[in-house]
């Protein structure tokens, strides 16, 4: 993996190319939980690799981003696997109060 070589923007590039797909494929079908999942993991994905970069402002917006989905998942009651679910009630101490 590239993040695991220090290679950040080329983790950036896939984790991106990741994303756009997963919006993709959400926008096709916004009631397909699995694909949200998906897209609440590439937005949790370039949040940790900004955070690791030392991009706290970007690291920010992209966790929020995941919090995001997963809190419309939620309010929707689809379902968060075990740790979808632990990953939004850390999101949700962050964000939610």
């Not at 756009?20 to 699995?34: E, F, M, Q, V, Y």
């Not at 949200?36 to 690799?49: C, E, G, M, P």
């Amino acid at each position: 993996m590239y993040s695991d070589r220090g290679d950040l923007a080329g983790a950036e590039e896939a984790f991106g190319q990741s994303l756009d797909i997963s919006r993709r494929l959400t926008a096709a079908d916004p009631h397909n939980a699995g694909w949200q999942r998906d897209l609440s993991v590439s937005y949790h994905k370039l949040a940790t690799l900004h955070d690791r970069a030392g991009d706290a402002d970007a690291a920010e917006r992209w966790f929020r981003s995941c919090w995001d989905v997963l809190r419309r998942m939620r309010d929707t009651h689809r379902h968060l696997d075990p740790p979808v679910a632990a990953l939004f009630r850390t999101l949700d101490q962050r964000f939610g109060a």
